[in-house]
């Protein structure tokens, strides 16, 4: 039986997204949210990883919403839609 694995995170990014690309010429973007006293890896893959790249920055409150997996002791989080909810403390 399959288990659904789906999750909803909301918080702030702890510094600017970073893109990269793989062999293949896959673009994923990285990127560290801060919620309340843990800090979660978040990887947006293709178009989703594209958009967060260009127009999100530091400080910036994202509600995402994606598949989580444990690595290393660390929650890591593949998020399938980021939504931009405003810049924190605006």
Request: glycine fraction near 8%; charge should be positive; proline fraction near 1%.
């Amino acid at each position: 039986m399959k288990t659904l694995n789906l999750a909803m995170l909301e918080g702030t990014l702890t510094k600017k997204p970073e893109l990269w690309y793989t062999a293949n010429g896959t673009s994923y973007c990285k990127m560290t949210v801060k919620t309340d006293g843990n800090e979660i890896t978040l990887t947006a893959w293709n178009k989703v990883a594209d958009v967060c790249a260009e127009y999100l920055n530091k400080g910036d409150r994202v509600r995402a919403k994606g598949r989580l997996k444990e690595k290393d002791g660390k929650l890591h989080m593949e998020g399938t839609s980021i939504d931009y909810l405003k810049r924190a403390g605006c």
